[in-house]
């Protein structure tokens, strides 16, 4: 029997909820594919682009996410005022002409700055899709349709480093910013010709200075949105700083060569069906009862495995090693959805500066966060490890403070 919060909403004309919900997952997905899909080439990218130092191909992830983060400060006020299409097309557009580019690239500094204004592009389809769920889902429901958005979206880092390799195995780097291209295309072709505009004419707001500043004033001033944020802020720190070091784990720590795509995509399938669960979940137990009980989850995983990494052999055995990050990231998975929906829950009628606002701090924060955590490593996975732990325990610190102290309580409901 079809859950009666998932139905179909209006105001998707011939889009059925499934391929709404594949749509939306493919335009976030574009995000995770720019990450993805390079990691196993970044040693050849260094390479061939004269990077002497390790911990400088890490650039490469970092460029990109600062673009993300940066421009979502612009394209969620545009999407209020013009209607979620047209910025989402634009920025598709961007996003094609800057895979070309690098593809072309000469230098390395060029390669970032191009990266930089790819992520700038790929900001409109983060924050525009989150706007776009928000304005046909509320509650409850939303949380279930993010979580099936992630659970499609986690498809991606399962297949991209693997299909990646084979790319680097039939040629280069660079044919993997061309497969970029061609993916993006048709996926903003299937956007352009399904999706009807989503944006209510009634939150319609115009485009001025005061306005924008109205809105992010409603955003940063709302106790339980700005907390949320936070602490997810943190929590996505911890991923972003595995994703800058993943390579040099994996490849260097653990020799995995041809494997590390396989290492990869088994840990994303963790995130997959955690988010598949939550979405099975969610409108039982509510948003908070998960998420909290996760984030204690993650926390207690964590410091096991920092003790281990600490006290036990070394390198810590792979199995091991596997095992504990799995562990982590499936609890990352009921965190994620649940804080953003959390967050956006309180903020419908600015859906589009709410997602904007918020995106830049999480994506912003957390690949700093990232970065710091990268750049610490020393050749052990100690770094990373207690990278995690400690983000953990700060994100726990803001949630209390956005529930003043008191977790697992549904607040009404639907949430």
Request: charged share 10%; hydrophobic share 55%.
């Amino acid at each position: 029997m079809t859950n009666p919060s998932l139905a179909t909403p209006q105001g998707l004309g011939r889009m059925g909820r499934a391929e709404f919900i594949a749509l939306m997952a493919m335009l976030m997905a574009l995000n995770a594919l720019a990450i993805d899909i390079m990691l196993p080439g970044l040693q050849e990218i260094g390479a061939s682009l004269g990077v002497e130092n390790e911990n400088h191909r890490q650039y490469v992830v970092s460029s990109y996410v600062f673009g993300l983060g940066a421009a979502q400060l612009l394209f969620g006020p545009l999407s209020d005022r013009f209607g979620r299409r047209r910025p989402m097309i634009f920025g598709i557009i961007l996003y094609i002409i800057c895979c070309v580019a690098i593809a072309l690239v000469p230098s390395f500094g060029l390669m970032l700055v191009l990266r930089f204004i790819q992520g700038a592009g790929a900001a409109a389809t983060r924050v525009i899709t989150v706007s776009i769920v928000r304005d046909v889902f509320g509650g409850r429901a939303m949380a279930e349709v993010m979580s099936l958005i992630m659970m499609v979206f986690m498809v991606v880092p399962v297949i991209a480093p693997g299909t990646g390799q084979i790319i680097m195995f039939l040629g280069n780097w660079h044919l993997i910013f061309v497969f970029m291209a061609v993916v993006s295309l048709a996926i903003g072709i299937w956007m352009y010709k399904r999706l009807p505009e989503t944006l209510n004419p009634e939150d319609v707001r115009p485009f001025t200075p005061s306005s924008i500043l109205d809105a992010f004033r409603i955003v940063l001033t709302n106790r339980i949105a700005l907390c949320y944020t936070i602490s997810s802020t943190f929590i996505f720190g911890a991923l972003f700083g595995f994703i800058n070091s993943a390579q040099q784990v994996y490849m260097g720590i653990y020799h995995l060569g041809a494997w590390f795509p396989v290492a990869f995509a088994a840990v994303a399938v963790f995130m997959s069906a955690s988010s598949f669960l939550n979405a099975r979940f969610v409108g039982r137990f509510g948003m908070r009862r998960l998420s909290h009980g996760s984030l204690f989850g993650f926390i207690a995983v964590t410091f096991i495995w920092m003790l281990v990494q600490v006290f036990g052999p070394q390198p810590m055995p792979f199995l091991l090693f596997l095992t504990f990050f799995a562990l982590a990231m499936f609890q990352f998975g009921w965190i994620g959805s649940n804080f953003n929906s959390l967050a956006m829950e309180p903020l419908g009628h600015v859906a589009g500066t709410a997602s904007a606002v918020l995106g830049f701090m999480s994506t912003v924060g957390g690949s700093i966060i990232g970065v710091i955590i990268g750049q610490a490593f020393d050749g052990t996975a100690l770094p990373m490890v207690a990278g995690f732990f400690t983000v953990s325990i700060i994100g726990l610190v803001f949630v209390l403070i956005g529930e003043k102290g008191k977790v697992f309580q549904p607040h009404n409901p639907r949430v």
